[in-house]
C-alpha cells in the first residue's frame, strides 16, 4: 500500500486524492502497519522489473559478460547503455533514479509514522532502515554524490536539495543498518511465507557489501564473518549450483536478498500490467534466446525469448580459460557447438551476397542462468500467455557472494590464508580444485576471477571492475572511458526540476 507524501504548502495542490488513504491517519494498527512495509517490497519489485526500465539489466548492461542483444534500435535505451552511449535523457536511467527515490520516500514515511512500540513494529522500522539503505547504497554506487533525505519534504522548498557527498550517505547507510541488525529477525524464524523478507543476516550482508565498497577491510570481514558463522543453519550454498536458478531454490538456504514475482496472475495480452504494474518477470522473457535464430529450442528446455542480454565471447573464454566447464559452466552458458550438439541449430537472420550475417550482439553463446525455461511460467491458468508469466526471482545477494567478498575484505586486510578458506567453498561447489594461490597479489587475482564467473549476469561484473579500477583495462575496447562512465549521469529530468542542481553539477564527461 502507497503512502502519500505530505501534501505541499500551496491550496490548489491540496487535493484529497480518491481511493488513498492518507499518511495522517495510517497505519494506526499492527496490520496496517505491516502492510506499508509490504508496500516497499512491492515498489523494489516495481523498479527492479519495471517493463523496459529494470534496474537489474540497467546494471548488468555496461559489462564485459553480456551484449543488449536483439535488433542494434530494440529498446535503444537499453542499447545505449550496453554501447556506452549513457546520455543524461537515457529514459531507463531516468526511470530508476524515480524508482530508487520512490522506495526511499516511501520507507522515510514508514520511519516518521510506524513507532517502535512492540516487537513486530521494531522490526518493521528495522526493515525500512535496511531497505532505505539499500536503495541509498544503489544511487551512490551508480550515481555517486546524490540528493539526500532521511525526511520527506513538506513543502515544494525542501524538495530542491543538492547533491549530499556519497561519504555522508555512507554514514547514514552504516548507521541505519547497525540499527537495524539488532531488531531484525534470523531468516530461519521467518514464516516460511515470509522468507523474502530483510533478516540479521540480509542487513549484515548489505553492510558487508557496503563496507568492501569503502575498501574497510577490516570492518566488511568482520560483519560477514557473523553471516558465515550461521554457515549450514542461516546460510549455505546449494549443492547443484543449477538448483539456484530455478523455482526450487528460491528463497533457500543461499538466499540472502531477493526479489520476488509470481506466475499467480496468469496475465493475457489484454490484462497484463504494462508499465511496471505486472507481478511477473517480464525480463525472463525479454531476455530468452530469440526464434528462429536459436531453432529447436526445446530439446534443451528452454522456450524462445525476446533476444537480449546475450552472453559475450569474453564470458565464454573465461570459463575456458579457468578449466571451468562443470556444473557452474552449464548452468551459465552454453556454445553453440553444444547447443547444436543438443539438437538445436542457428538459423541465421540473413545471408547477403553468401555471406551470413550474425545476430546483433551473437558471439557464439546462449545464456542458461535466468532465462525462459518452460517450466518456470505458468501455462495451466486457462488463458495465461507463457511470455507474460514468468515468476523467477532476482537474487540480489546470495551467500556465494558472501563468501567472495569475505574473502576479498580478508586478502585486502592482509589475511590470504583466510580468504582461501572461503575462496575454495565457492570453487568447490563449481567442481573446481582448491586454489594454489597464496600470496595477497596471487590471491586477489584468484578472487577477480571467481566473481567473474561465479556472478556472471547477476549485475556485479560492471561495478566490480569500476571500483578495481580495471575498467579502461577491460572495457576501454568496448566504449568505457575513464572519468566518465565511472557512474550514469544525473537525469536531465532532475537538473531541470531542482533548483539546487545545475549542469555544472552533472557527473563528469556527461
Known amino acids: 500500500m502507497l503512502l502519500l507524501l505530505p501534501a505541499c504548502s500551496d491550496d490548489f495542490l491540496e487535493v484529497d486524492p480518491a481511493g488513498r488513504l492518507s499518511s495522517d491517519v495510517y497505519p494506526m494498527s499492527d496490520d496496517e502497519a505491516f502492510s506499508t512495509i509490504i508496500g516497499a517490497y512491492n515498489l523494489m519489485q516495481w523498479n527492479y522489473g519495471r517493463d523496459w526500465n529494470s534496474v537489474w539489466l540497467a546494471k548488468n548492461l555496461p559489462a564485459d559478460d553480456c551484449n543488449a542483444g536483439s535488433s542494434a534500435s530494440d529498446q535503444l535505451p537499453y542499447q545505449n547503455l550496453d554501447d556506452f552511449k549513457n546520455e543524461a535523457d537515457n529514459t531507463v536511467v531516468t526511470a530508476i533514479w524515480e524508482g530508487f527515490y520512490k522506495t526511499i520516500n516511501h520507507c522515510n514515511t514508514i520511519l516518521a509514522k510506524v513507532e517502535p512500540t512492540n516487537s513486530l513494529r521494531k522490526q518493521l522500522v528495522a526493515e525500512a532502515k535496511s531497505i532505505r539503505a539499500w536503495n541509498y547504497f544503489e544511487l551512490v554506487v551508480l ?10 519534504a513538506e513543502t515544494v522548498e525542501e524538495f530542491h536539495t543538492p547533491r549530499t557527498a556519497k561519504a555522508t550517505i555512507y554514514e547514514q547507510i552504516e548507521k541505519d543498518l547497525k540499527e537495524a541488525i539488532v531488531d531484525l529477525p534470523l531468516k530461519s524464524a521467518l514464516p516460511d511465507n515470509q522468507k523474502f523478507r530483510v533478516s540479521k543476516g540480509t542487513a549484515q550482508s548489505i553492510l558487508g557489501k557496503v563496507y568492501l565498497y569503502q575498501e574497510k577491510w577490516e ?18 550454498l546449494l549443492p547443484d549450483f543449477t538448483d539456484v536458478w530455478r523455482r ?25 500490467g504494462w508499465g511496471g504494474a505486472a507481478e511477473s518477470n517480464i525480463h525472463v522473457q525479454l531476455m530468452g534466446p530469440r526464434a528462429p ?8 528446455g528452454i522456450v524462445p525469448g525476446w533476444g537480449f542480454n546475450l552472453p559475450t565471447a569474453a564470458i ?3 570459463f575456458e580459460a579457468m578449466g571451468d566447464n562443470g556444473p557452474r559452466y552449464k548452468a551459465s552458458i552454453m556454445s553453440q557447438a553444444e547447443f547444436e550438439a543438443a539438437g538445436g541449430y542457428i538459423q541465421p537472420d540473413t545471408i547477403e551476397g553468401g555471406i ?19 517450466t518456470e511460467t505458468n501455462t495451466s491458468t486457462p488463458g495465461a500467455v507463457a511470455e507474460l ?5 532476482w537474487r540480489l545477494i546470495r551467500y556465494a557472494d ?8 580478508y586478502n585486502e586486510d592482509s589475511k590470504p590464508a583466510q580468504a582461501v578458506v572461503e575462496l575454495n567453498k565457492v570453487r568447490a561447489r563449481a567442481g573446481l580444485d582448491p586454489t594454489t594461490a597464496s600470496s595477497q597479489d596471487d590471491v586477489r587475482e584468484a578472487i577477480i576471477n571467481e566473481r567473474q564467473l561465479e556472478l556472471a549476469f547477476e549485475a556485479s561484473r560492471y561495478w566490480d571492475l569500476v571500483r578495481w579500477g580495471k575498467a579502461s583495462e577491460v572495457l576501454g575496447p568496448l566504449g568505457f572511458v575513464a572519468n566518465k562512465h565511472e557512474l550514469f549521469p544525473i537525469p536531465q529530468t532532475e537538473i531541470l526540476s531542482n533548483n539546487a542542481i545545475d549542469q555544472s553539477d552533472q557527473n563528469p564527461g556527461h
Not at 143 to 152: A, H, L, M, S, Y
Open 293 to 300: 535464430f536459436f531453432s529447436k529450442l526445446d530439446t534443451i
Open 356 to 374: 551470413v550475417v550474425p545476430a546483433h550482439d551473437y558471439e557464439g553463446y546462449l545464456r542458461i542462468k535466468y532465462t525462459t525455461h518452460a
Open 143 to 152: 550515481f555517486g554524490d546524490v540528493p539526500f533525505f532521511t525526511e520527506n
Open 402 to 409: 558472501v563468501l567472495l567478498m569475505a574473502a576479498e575484505a
Open 248 to 272: 526450487t531454490g528460491e528463497l533457500g538456504k543461499e538466499s540472502v536478498f531477493e526479489i520476488l514475482y509470481t506466475d499467480q496472475e496468469g496475465y493475457d495480452w489484454g490484462n497484463f
Open 389 to 393: 508469466n514468468y515468476d523467477i526471482n
Open 219 to 236: 570492518e566488511a570481514h568482520t560483519v560477514l564473518s557473523d553471516v558465515i558463522a550461521t554457515e549450514g543453519t542461516e546460510y549455505d
Open 316 to 318: 565464454g573464454e573465461a
